[in-house]
């Protein structure tokens, strides 16, 4: 089971709505993330930087930033596009992190 790490940026002033979205992210959308291996993913803001710190546990080969070809995760960015900075092609810039400790 691999850990993945990654930042992205939300816009400022968007918080709450980004929020309000992720409260009600779409069965779907929750469905296919589990599907391509996704077991635990959590977000964390840090609201000084409108930092967003994710983390996913992941079963296969990559995470949820590797599913660019799916339909579905296109038009998600496409919801989420005006509260984060993105990629010309929507998808959330996005900055992989590295482990540098764990503690099982």
């Not at 980004?18 to 964390?44: C, M, N, T």
């Not at 609201?47 to 546990?57: D, I, V, Y």
């Not at 990629?87 to 992190?97: A, K, R, T």
């Amino acid at each position: 089971m691999l850990r993945l790490a990654f930042k992205m940026k939300l816009k400022p002033n968007c918080a709450t709505e980004y929020v309000r979205r992720h409260d009600a992210i779409w069965p779907e959308l929750k469905q296919l993330l589990k599907d391509e291996g996704v077991s635990e993913y959590s977000i964390f803001l840090d609201s000084e930087t409108n930092t967003l710190f994710a983390f996913q546990k992941v079963s296969g080969d990559g995470g949820s930033q590797d599913l660019a070809d799916n339909e579905l995760i296109q038009r998600w960015w496409k919801y989420m596009e005006d509260l984060m900075e993105t990629n010309p092609d929507s998808s959330p810039v996005s900055v992989s992190l590295r482990e540098v400790f764990y503690l099982e």
